[in-house]
């Protein structure tokens, strides 16, 4: 069994989300944690959860970020966490059960394990995992939304994102 030590120092959590129908606005959160645990050499084995701040919503526009810390979006005065907690994974993708504003859905996500190296500064052995996907966020009772004069709505539902994790590896 693998002890994977996460390292939030070599992880980040990016969004995006269509605006306007013409752009995608990005984003990320600054305060997650990540417990995994099985064989590294057996990504099957691979069970665990990963836990979000919602409160640590970075879009940097404060204003925006008030509103999505709201009722309309994640409303975190009443729902302070997102959650995904691993129920499989193999070599391509990852699959669990995601907690927004207390609804829950299980959604698959593609995983790609990037491999080990020894890091230089403190001699451990790191390895990393990258998983890219999409919500819909409308089944998370997130809809708030807005015609737009010239057609479509004014945010997407699907919300983008790539979640890059770092581990320090034991035994």
């Given at each position: 069994?693998?002890?994977?030590?996460?390292?939030?120092?070599?992880?980040?959590v990016e969004f995006s989300?269509?605006?306007?129908?013409?752009?995608?606005?990005?984003?990320?959160?600054?305060?997650?944690?990540?417990?995994?645990?099985?064989?590294?050499?057996?990504?099957?084995?691979?069970?665990?959860?990963?836990?979000?701040?919602?409160?640590?919503?970075?879009?940097?526009?404060?204003?925006?970020?008030?509103?999505?810390?709201?009722?309309?979006?994640?409303?975190?005065?009443?729902?302070?966490?997102?959650?995904?907690?691993?129920?499989?994974?193999?070599?391509?993708?990852?699959?669990?059960?995601?907690?927004?504003?207390?609804?829950?859905?299980?959604?698959?996500?593609?995983?790609?394990?990037?491999?080990?190296?020894?890091n230089p500064m403190n001699?451990?052995?790191?390895?990393?995992?990258?998983?890219?996907?999409?919500?819909?966020?409308?089944?998370?009772?997130i809809t708030f939304n807005?015609?737009?004069?010239?057609?479509?709505?004014?945010?997407?539902?699907?919300?983008?994102?790539?979640?890059?994790?770092?581990?320090?590896?034991?035994?």
């Amino acid at each position: 069994m693998t002890k994977f030590n996460f390292d939030p120092a070599h992880s980040v959590v990016e969004f995006s989300v269509k605006h306007l129908m013409i752009s995608n606005i990005k984003g990320r959160f600054t305060d997650f944690n990540a417990n995994i645990e099985g064989d590294i050499e057996d990504l099957n084995s691979i069970r665990g959860n990963f836990t979000i701040d919602a409160n640590s919503i970075d879009t940097r526009i404060g204003d925006r970020d008030a509103h999505l810390r709201g009722e309309d979006f994640l409303d975190v005065a009443n729902h302070p966490e997102i959650k995904f907690e691993i129920t499989k994974a193999d070599e391509k993708s990852i699959t669990g059960n995601v907690t927004i504003k207390g609804v829950t859905n299980e959604e698959t996500f593609d995983l790609s394990y990037e491999g080990q190296s020894k890091n230089p500064m403190n001699g451990a052995t790191t390895a990393g995992f990258v998983v890219n996907g999409s919500i819909n966020r409308e089944k998370y009772g997130i809809t708030f939304n807005q015609a737009l004069e010239t057609g479509g709505v004014m945010i997407g539902k699907d919300v983008k994102f790539q979640v890059s994790l770092e581990f320090a590896l034991e035994g």
